[in-house]
């Protein structure tokens, strides 16, 4: 009887398999098609340029001269962004009364960490402080200095900022409160008529790379120089990695487990273009490819071959893009 029913059993399984389908392997993505962008920046260096890797397409623009500052958006969000683009620094004058009458001469300056870590901005962590803080705008479009603002931020929750800022002798006293947009990674204001909100970023799930001026601090410089600089997305979780070898051609989607991605915003940055000092010209690092992981999750081969337009013009990043 035990054998009957051994037998029986054996021949159960024979036949279920026999009936199963086998499982086919996961095909590899096909890689996309190499394609060639060219962003409109300008010169001198005006835009600041949303591009998305997956559409190969420019999301939105706006000029840099456009905000002062940015608030993070998240429910948890508290950081404060100064505008790099603009070159704009902050002086923290501690706790002192609001209505003191301050000034701009001799200050220490601080700035955003270029990399764009959160733990190191030029403002800080102010929560619980009150501590009041002088801003340095920097210049307008026509060349005109924008000013300064002494400013104290009194107040975040899930929904909104609220801050007091006025000029540096108290006049043209303001109390603005800032609307959280969970759709943004931040949102941007600028001091100018009374105080502006400034809806200038796309959705954050809808790029991955932003064209822009943007700081960096060279050691024999005591403050941090602007640059033209690609800054990627990841306050929404794109990363990026540098390759040096001039493999732009052979890099597969498998390459992609040997490559050290970082969350650092100026990855890519500014360095893949040389500067020629003796005319102020640049010429591209051919050697440099990058690999961007994208919002969506794609990995992207970006090679930098022009920083020039048609007519000779620089401000007009030229690269070669694929899918991996």
């Known amino acids: 009887m035990i054998l009957q029913k051994t037998i029986f059993l054996f021949l159960s399984i024979a ?8 499982e086919k392997p996961v095909p590899a993505p096909t890689p996309g098609d190499i394609e060639t962008t060219q962003i409109e920046i300008g010169y001198p260096y005006k835009y600041q ?32 962004l100064l505008n790099t683009a603009k070159g704009i620094f902050v002086a923290n004058q501690g706790v002192i009364p609001f209505s003191t009458n301050l000034s701009s001469n001799g200050q220490t300056w601080l700035w955003d960490n270029p990399n764009g870590r959160l733990d190191s901005t030029g403002i800080g962590d102010w929560r619980n402080t009150n501590n009041v803080y002088i801003i340095d705008r920097q210049y307008y479009e026509n060349g005109s200095h924008a000013g300064y603002k002494k ?5 975040v929750d899930n929904q909104s900022y609220t801050f007091k800022y006025a000029d540096l002798d108290g006049a043209n006293e303001v109390t603005y409160t800032i609307q959280k947009n969970n759709n943004l990674n931040y949102i941007h204001f600028n001091f100018d008529n009374g105080g502006q909100t400034l809806d200038l970023e796309p959705n954050k799930n809808e790029w991955d790379l932003l064209f822009t001026n943007h700081y960096e601090k060279f050691d024999n410089l005591p403050l941090p120089f602007v640059l033209t600089q690609c800054l990627s997305n990841t306050y929404n979780q794109v990363v990026c990695a540098e390759d040096t070898n001039a493999l732009f051609h052979s890099i597969e989607l498998a390459d992609t487990i040997q490559y050290t991605f970082t969350s650092f915003r100026d990855e890519i940055g500014y360095d893949w273009k040389i500067r020629n ?19 969506e999750g794609f990995f992207f081969k970006i090679r930098f071959i022009d920083f020039y337009n048609n007519q000779g ?7 070669e893009i694929q899918k991996l």
């Open 313 to 319: 013009v620089k401000g007009y990043p030229k690269f």
């Open 151 to 155: 400013i104290i931020f009194t107040q």
């Open 277 to 295: 000092s003796a005319d102020n010209s640049f010429t591209i690092d051919a050697n440099k490819s990058f690999i961007v992981k994208s919002t």
């Open 15 to 22: 036949f279920l398999s026999s009936c199963l389908k086998k």
């Open 49 to 80: 340029v949303y591009y998305d890797c997956n559409t190969n397409s420019v999301v939105k623009t706006n000029a840099k001269y456009d905000w002062d500052l940015s608030f993070e958006c998240s429910p948890t969000g508290f950081h404060i």
